[in-house]
């Protein structure tokens, strides 16, 4: 990966690019995954590259929804394995570790490509090691989501198809859209308040990936201490979406009319 001086005041940003481009030269990203990056960007600096309070109030209500699930999924893309893989394998663990790999560029090169990067494990992250992931959608998609296109829609069946909720961090819009069609929960992580993804999920988490996965997985291990009962759990996931989204607009409309 090129240095960048911690130093610098972008330092953070550079990194992540940093990051995509690496995954793009080693073929785990496609080039659109590049521009999905540029894209979230750009919302960053919209929302001041911090998790607002509202992403937070998500957060906490999504942690809830992960804990009460039977069966949760996180769906990981080339994107998100590029920015934050080991933070994907940590925040599994808390849960029933179930990874699931969806691309929407899939091709056998870039999945084998994925396959290594997770059974090489070049941080040796003490998660995966002690076998408490199962990565699945490679060898096992064998499932197909209704009205997505065949390639796009092939899913684990213990993963996504039988899933209740599922961690969707940049998802593209039909797919989220159809993930609900099937009555899953859906809890998409993206910048874009106004993409499909965000519109059409359970839950939007309005933040950037790599900041927000650590504060889903603090908020897991926080409620978990608490001992709450499942219907005190589930009061906490209440949660209204569309009020949420509109509080970020009006955040980045205030942000560029220098309110
Ligand atoms: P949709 O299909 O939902 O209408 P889109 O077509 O605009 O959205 P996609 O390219 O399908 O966008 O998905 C990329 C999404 O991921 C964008 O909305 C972008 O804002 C978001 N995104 C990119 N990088 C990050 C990141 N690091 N953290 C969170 N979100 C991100
Ligand atoms: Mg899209």
């Given at each position: 990966m090129s240095m960048v001086p911690e130093s610098h005041p972008r330092y953070k940003s550079l990194l992540n690019r940093g990051k995509v481009v690496d995954a793009f030269e080693s073929g785990v990203l496609a080039k659109g995954g590049l521009i999905a990056h540029g894209r979230g960007e750009t919302y960053d600096y919209l929302i001041g590259e911090t998790t607002p309070k509202v992403a937070k109030e998500a957060i906490k209500a999504s942690a809830a929804m992960l804990m009460l699930a039977k069966n949760p999924v996180i769906s990981v893309n080339g994107n998100s394995i590029a920015l934050a893989k080991d933070e994907l394998i940590d925040l599994a663990a808390e849960l029933n570790g179930k990874i699931e790999v969806n691309l929407f560029y899939r091709t056998e090169a870039r999945e084998q490509k994925i396959k290594e990067l997770f059974?090489?494990?070049?941080?040796?992250?003490?998660?995966?090691?002690?076998?408490?992931?199962?990565?699945?959608?490679?060898?096992?998609?064998?499932?197909?989501?209704?009205?997505?296109?065949?390639?796009?829609?092939?899913?684990?069946?213990?993963?996504?198809?039988?899933?209740?909720?599922?961690?969707?961090?940049?998802?593209?819009?039909?797919?989220?859209?159809?993930?609900?069609?099937?009555?899953?929960?859906?809890?998409?992580?993206?910048?874009?308040?106004?993409?499909?993804?965000?519109?059409?999920?359970?839950?939007?988490?309005?933040?950037?990936?790599?900041?927000?996965?650590?504060?889903?997985?603090?908020?897991?291990?926080?409620?978990?201490?608490?001992?709450?009962?499942?219907?005190?759990?589930?009061?906490?996931?209440?949660?209204d979406n569309n009020k949420a989204l509109n509080e970020i607009l009006k955040l980045i409309s205030d942000k560029l009319t220098n309110k």
């Amino acid at each position: 990966m090129s240095m960048v001086p911690e130093s610098h005041p972008r330092y953070k940003s550079l990194l992540n690019r940093g990051k995509v481009v690496d995954a793009f030269e080693s073929g785990v990203l496609a080039k659109g995954g590049l521009i999905a990056h540029g894209r979230g960007e750009t919302y960053d600096y919209l929302i001041g590259e911090t998790t607002p309070k509202v992403a937070k109030e998500a957060i906490k209500a999504s942690a809830a929804m992960l804990m009460l699930a039977k069966n949760p999924v996180i769906s990981v893309n080339g994107n998100s394995i590029a920015l934050a893989k080991d933070e994907l394998i940590d925040l599994a663990a808390e849960l029933n570790g179930k990874i699931e790999v969806n691309l929407f560029y899939r091709t056998e090169a870039r999945e084998q490509k994925i396959k290594e990067l997770f059974e090489k494990n070049e941080s040796n992250n003490e998660n995966y090691k002690n076998n408490k992931i199962t990565i699945l959608g490679i060898d096992d998609a064998n499932k197909q989501m209704p009205n997505v296109d065949h390639l796009r829609g092939k899913v684990s069946e213990a993963g996504i198809y039988t899933a209740d909720v599922v961690l969707v961090p940049l998802e593209d819009g039909d797919r989220a859209e159809a993930l609900i069609e099937m009555g899953k929960k859906v809890i998409a992580i993206d910048l874009n308040p106004l993409s499909r993804t965000a519109q059409k999920s359970t839950i939007t988490i309005v933040d950037e990936l790599t900041r927000c996965i650590p504060l889903i997985k603090e908020e897991i291990i926080n409620l978990k201490k608490q001992n709450l009962s499942n219907e005190e759990l589930n009061q906490i996931t209440k949660f209204d979406n569309n009020k949420a989204l509109n509080e970020i607009l009006k955040l980045i409309s205030d942000k560029l009319t220098n309110k």
